[in-house]
């Protein structure tokens, strides 16, 4: 009985591995805050990728008033178009990400996820090395998102293009094969990596630097703890959504120049052309348009997605296996 017990106890282990409980718990922690803030995160790339003309459709009077308005148009749906293949995405986005910087802070810098702490600077290396694992991993599911989310929206400047043509607008394989076929192959799947990657490193080594930095302030063992991780996630959310937000609005515009025929009006021809290009036609707001709906949507859902996370790696923590 006590071989059994120890063999039971032995695959536990083998099983619960520091990598196998980041992947678990990186992947259900994005899942479940993603599909909770899934109306804003549509709102926000509407409001990102809508010319500048003044004929075209509007999802600019608050947050609010926009989900209602693509409520009105679309119906439940509409707040949730893209929101499936954000969570195929977003689960091995997630995962990869959590366990890398897991994998980078203990079998690089040596450090136990629970009796040391990196550096500020090792922090934004392990950060940045997550999400470089992550991107190459899911960005052609984040270009196919994108487009999934702006092809049936009321914008004017997309009355011309095949999409809107189309009684039903194509689907995720149809639209892959699309891009795949017409835009280059595996280029075309990776549109806009660049831009994206400017934006997501620096974004996700802030949002690891500043939690793990302000989870030092507080004692581990606090009854409130759980509070305070919601709040910690909330503003490592915050600040890193915010000092990176022009990339984040490059990157989706990037995503959608070959969509159609260019109706949406963005000719960039590189990155530094592009950033010229928005503060000449839009000014210096135009870099950050959508922003009050990406802080809608990023600040619970780091915050939630931090929080669950914590809570899956202390359950699996607490397993007989690993007393």
Known sequence: ?????????????????????SVIAGGIAGVVSRTTVSPFERVKILLQLQGSSPT?????TGVLNAIKQLYQEEGIKGLFRGNGLNCIRIFPYSAVQFATFEYVKKHVYHVDKYTGQLSNGQRLVAGSIGASASLLVTQPLDLIRIRLSVQTANLNNLHGSKAKDMKKPPGFYPLLKQVYKNEGGIYGLYRGLIPTALQALPMVSLNFAVYEQLKEFKDDQSSMMWMYKLMFGAVSGAVSQTVTYPFDLLRKRFQILSMGNNEMGFHYTSIWDGLKTIYRTEGVLGYYKGLTASLFKVIPSTAVSWLLYEIVWDCMKYTPATQ
């Open 1 to 21: 009985m006590e071989k059994t017990l120890n063999e039971y106890s032995g695959l536990s282990t083998f099983l619960f591995e520091d990598s196998t409980v």
């Open 56 to 60: 075209t459709t509007k999802y600019n």
